[in-house]
């Protein structure tokens, strides 16, 4: 989608108190990413001239945003002197002629569903949603297709209270018409606060245009509680598993499956029930299976588990991992390793077999050390290699094997056993003596 001429102001500057955190709102998650960093990406497609309001841990919004995005301006709300949406709005300045006002707290936006406020040509345009029981909600008061008035629930008469058309708490103006009257904007208010809905009746005193627009409700859903949360995760979830499931992805009972915003999937892949992918991690024409968890990790025409976890750093190539295998920071390239195996700070080359219970022991309670394990090695079932260790290629390492820091050349066998005692009828005397 091109960028239009249109400016952006996301309002990013509450606290949201109902979420009972010490995190700002904007900041909590929605499939991995903060809740803001959705409506930024979503705002990007549309506009090269995008304004956040910060003020509530205004410094790490910031920082916390711009891992994520280039050209972006920060305007911090002076909420004691100027409190409310419309106290946000003192200091922006927006490049274009049309100024689209969004909401930090609505991860659920999507270009698509802001094309509306592009079409239209107004000095304001309103959203607005038609609800079944919009109890609690502000009414807007619609005449010929044009927006007369918002009252609140408390003020409406019966008249008032039968309507179901309610604000959705988004809107398009036009630069002139801010530029006018946000200087006007008064705190005469229970709350003290400067309310960007006065704009619509100083608009209406000067017979200006103000358009309703009907949003879809799903897309403006905002989130004020962990609940709210909660249920803008199921949305996003279902949009994410969709998605790639319509690239092709098969996904046995996906809504089992949790996925996260940034995970990428390439060629002919399946996930099945119960399993959990993270991160930045790519999938290439590879399997997990039920129960997996993958963090932060690369498979190329790999499987693993079931219950198999790859935790962060782990690249999988042509490998199969098996159930209750753990990898951490590890790469294996033409790998078995069948099940109940801890495998991290490890590289480990093709044709090399990892059996039951081997361990990499990589930390020594102060520092991380690497296992390399070359072409063609034999691990046998329950043996532990002390990193740093190297294993050349064309070793077996025989079932048991305590292996210490060095080097096994290429053709040896590696055996670490204590010699068998058998104590003559000990049990008989042991439990004779209880």
């Not at 909420?79 to 003192?90: E, F, I, L």
């Not at 006007?184 to 208010?189: A, E, S, V």
């Not at 290429?410 to 439990?431: E, Q, W």
Request: hydrophobic share 40%; glycine share 6%; charged share 25%.
């Amino acid at each position: 989608m091109s960028k239009k001429a249109i400016s952006i102001i996301i309002l990013a500057a509450g606290k949201g108190s109902r979420m009972k955190s010490n995190k700002a709102k904007v900041l909590h998650n929605i499939s991995g990413k903060p809740m803001l960093y959705h409506i930024i990406k979503a705002s990007k497609e549309l506009s090269d001239d995008i304004t956040v309001v910060i003020a509530h841990q205004k410094e790490q919004v910031q920082e916390e945003m711009e891992k994520y995005f280039d050209n972006l301006n920060f305007s911090i709300q002076d909420a004691k002197k100027y409190p409310g949406t419309g106290g946000a709005m003192k200091n922006v300045t927006p490049k274009y002629e049309k100024v689209l006002v969004l909401n930090g707290d609505m991860p659920l936006i999507t270009p698509k569903a802001l094309e509306g406020f592009l079409e239209i040509d107004a000095d304001i345009i309103m959203s607005i949603f038609d609800l079944q029981d919009p109890s609690g909600y502000g009414r807007v008061i619609i005449k010929e297709n044009h927006v007369q008035y918002i009252v609140e629930q408390k003020d409406a008469n019966d008249a008032e209270l039968n309507t179901t058309t309610v604000n959705a708490g988004i809107y398009a103006f036009s630069k002139k018409l801010l530029q006018e009257y946000i200087p006007k904007l008064q705190n005469d208010n229970a709350q003290k606060e400067y309310y960007l809905t006065d704009l619509i009746k100083m608009a209406k005193n000067d017979n200006l245009n103000i358009v309703p627009l009907l949003v879809n409700e799903e897309h403006f859903k905002g989130v004020n509680s962990k609940k709210d949360l909660a249920e803008a995760e199921e949305i996003m979830q279902e949009r994410i598993r969709n998605k790639w499931m319509e690239l092709g992805v098969t996904m046995q009972l996906p809504k089992t499956i949790y996925i996260d915003e940034s995970v990428v999937f390439e060629g002919e892949c399946s996930v099945e029930n119960n399993c959990r992918i993270t991160g930045a991690s790519k999938i290439i024409n590879s399997h997990i299976k039920a129960g997996s968890v993958v963090q932060e990790s690369t498979m190329i025409d790999s499987d693993c588990g079931p219950m198999a976890h790859l935790r962060p750093l782990s690249h999988i190539t042509n490998s199969h991992i098996g159930n209750f295998v753990e990898t951490k920071k590890a790469i294996l390239k033409g790998v078995k390793a069948g099940h109940l195996s801890y495998i991290g700070d490890a590289q480990i080359d093709e044709g090399t077999n990892i059996g039951a219970g081997v361990i990499t022991c990589n930390y020594d309670g102060i520092k991380k050390y690497k296992t390399i394990i070359g072409k063609n090695v034999f691990v046998g079932s329950d043996s532990q290699l002390i990193a740093p260790v190297t294993v050349e290629d064309d070793v077996m390492i025989a079932a048991g094997t305590t292996l210490t820091s060095g080097s096994i050349a290429s053709g040896n066998l590696a055996l670490s056993r204590t010699k068998l005692r058998l104590v003559k009828d000990f049990y008989y005397k042991f439990f004779s003596n209880k």
